[in-house]
């Protein structure tokens, strides 16, 4: 690639309005210089800046302007640390800082949790609520918060937990029901995955839906701030249910580049050629690699062929995770023999510390490389991957919907570690449709709520239901 060429087209793209473009070439482009190991010359570094990607800037080679960008759009992220945020990370943060209430919707690779971490670094509020819609991303937000506020704050995790005057509560929603009345004030309530509260196309979580609205019902009254998270979220219907002024923000701004191979039409319903492209795929390229897999079915399936094609390795954490999982399960357990080829698999059925050791050993170079997973990998846990292995278009029974398959490619790519995610489709994608998440307050819900006090846009006929219930 030539760089000279590769910014004179990509600057083309910016002057004629086509920024997305823009800015996926220079994603590529960055990925082609470092793959090389040539520096950011002064031009690199301007057209990084004109597609707002500042935290790619290299401040050893830029010239005076791109310094300023730098030093403009660095901010205290906690932990006696500086970050330099991106531009739409920093729009965000200067709504947070005005004092708005925001709902967000940008891809995974966004960084929104970066705000939050500048947020509370720069304005040091009191109290902090962080809703998370799993116990497994509650220990993983702890641990980030807990090494970058915990000398100024108390983390707050249990129900059994004293109060302080400067608290962070991080809960899944079942737990934060508990302390709605325990807790006078909050600065900012953060709800992440709040899609979770409602229906995008056919994606519905009943068993958490119920909790979740109900726990931003009773927060949301006793909070100044509110900034609810989303990843693929194209519209936003009935927000009004939790009461104020809360604006949706759409954005488009990726900060790596997806690169799709799409196999399922050579491979059809031939298994036998799914599991060929699987083994190629697997054995050639570099770096951690997400499968995922759908069903528990076909993550036994993928194990099977994983075990008999590819090869033991010699990394001596492997081999003890491998030995601890023989003493502590069974010796006969398919994780065993997968576990020294660098393999884990992650589903809801597994013990929740055995599932948190795989993620902890994926982050790792001498860990695992592989990972397959059900859905359970892209609702709980904030893991990405090199190369993301879509195997199977179910999740379990049903087939995903557009929603779901967003999240899952979402997965590829890593902001500073890999500029590009590479995804390979071995099952046909389904159709490409809106993403309108639909929120209300569902009917059995109603008998909970008071209608003098709860800060929520009700209609009429829910008013009158509420009085129903109270007279029973």
């Known amino acids: 690639m030539d760089t000279f060429a590769e910014c004179s087209a990509i600057n083309d793209l910016i002057y004629s309005g086509d920024e997305a473009t823009a800015r996926d070439r220079t994603i590529t482009l960055l990925d082609n210089l470092r793959s090389k190991g040539e520096p950011y010359s002064p031009l690199v570094n301007s057209i990084i800046r004109s597609v707002g990607l500042y935290p790619y800037l290299d401040g050893d080679t830029c010239d005076w302007i791109d310094r300023y960008a730098i030093e403009a759009f660095s901010s205290d992220v906690g932990g006696q640390n500086r970050g330099v945020l991106h531009r739409e990370q920093s729009r965000l943060l200067g709504k947070l800082l005005s004092g708005h209430d925001i709902a967000v919707s940008a891809p995974t690779s966004f960084g929104k949790s970066f705000v939050i971490d500048a947020f509370i670094a720069t304005k040091s509020p009191a109290t ?20 970058k506020f915990g000398s100024r704050y108390k983390i707050i995790t249990s129900s059994d ?95 790596v580049f997806l690169r799709k191979h799409d196999l399922h039409a050579q491979i059809g319903r031939d298994d036998g050629k799914r599991g060929e492209a699987l083994i190629r795929i697997l054995s050639t390229v570099g770096g951690k690699s997400l499968v995922y897999a759908g069903t528990y079915t076909n993550i036994n399936k993928i194990s099977l062929l994983i ?97 779901t398959y967003k999240n899952i490619i979402g997965r590829g790519g890593r902001m500073f570690r ?49 009085s129903a219930y109270r007279e029973k």
Request: aromatic residues 8%.
């Open 128 to 147: 902090v609520m962080i809703l998370v819609p799993t116990i497994a991303l509650m220990d993983e937000t702890r641990r980030r918060i807990q090494s």
């Open 161 to 255: 937990q004293e109060l302080s005057d400067r608290t962070i509560f991080i809960f899944p929603q079942e737990r934060a029901l508990g302390y709605i009345d325990k807790i006078e004030s909050i600065d900012l309530l953060v709800v992440d995955e709040f899609y979770k509260a409602g229906r995008v196309g056919k994606f519905f979580d009943g068993e958490r839906s119920s909790a979740l609205i109900q726990a931003i019902v009773g927060l949301s009254s006793k909070c100044l701030q509110r900034y609810f998270l989303a990843p693929n979220v194209s519209e936003l219907e009935g927000v009004g249910i939790f009461g104020g002024d809360i604006e949706f923000i759409k954005i488009d701004f990726n900060t």
């Open 307 to 403: 075990n008999e094609k590819l090869p033991k390795l010699g990394e001596v954490l492997l081999s003890r995770f491998s030995e601890w999982l023989a003493i502590n399960y069974s010796p006969t357990w398919e994780l065993v023999s997968l576990a020294r080829r660098g393999v884990g698999v992650h589903n809801g059925s597994l013990h929740r510390s055995l599932a948190q050791i795989q993620v902890m050993l994926f982050e790792r170079t001498d860990g695992l490389n592989i990972i397959v997973s059900t859905s359970s990998i892209i609702e709980g846990v904030n893991t990405s991957a090199e190369n993301v292995i879509l195997w199977s278009n179910k999740s379990g029974v049903p087939k995903i919907d557009d929603f």
């Open 418 to 466: 890999h500029f590009i995610g590479n995804i390979y489709i071995l099952d046909r994608p389904p159709r490409e449709e809106g993403r309108q998440l639909e929120l209300g307050i569902p009917e059995e819900m109603l008998g909970t709520f008071d209608e003098a006090k709860t800060p929520i846009a009700l209609t009429a006929e829910q008013t009158l239901k509420i």
